[in-house]
């Protein structure tokens, strides 16, 4: 099933505005989670945001603190990552950053705002 993800990294990326990352719906989202194993799913909103409702399992690294440096969170470069954030903008921005510092399996999904999901809380 990673082929099927490597797949479609290869015939979406690029899309949006000069992404480096694959933008799916969140309905692509989950059916690319049941079809692919060792994935991360990352929330980039802020730690106050994530403990009030984040989706289970997911691991928090707010956008503002992604810059220049690796992320010891994130030690697999070319791991499946999921993004997302609250509306889409900040996942967007995200996703950006970590193509540049050399992630390679990128695939932002946009808000929880449209998550059907289970919702965790802290």
């Known amino acids: 099933m990673l082929a099927l993800v490597a797949a479609l990294m290869i015939l979406t990326t690029g899309c949006g505005a000069g992404a480096d990352y694959q933008q799916v719906s969140t309905a692509e989202a989950v059916e ?12 980039v909103r ?3 945001e994530y403990e ?17 440096k690796d992320i010891e969170e994130l030690p697999d470069k070319d791991q499946v990552i999921f993004v997302y954030c609250r509306s ?9 950053k970590l193509t540049k510092l050399g992630y390679t399996n990128i695939v932002e999904f946009g808000g929880i705002n449209n998550w059907e999901g289970e919702i965790e809380t802290e």
């Open 46 to 48: 802020t730690p106050a």
């Open 52 to 68: 009030s409702g984040h989706i289970p399992g997911a691991i928090n690294v707010a956008n503002e603190t992604i810059g220049s």
């Open 32 to 43: 690319m989670m049941a079809e692919t194993t060792d994935y991360i799913i990352l929330d």
């Open 88 to 96: 889409g903008n900040r996942s967007k921005e995200a996703s950006a």
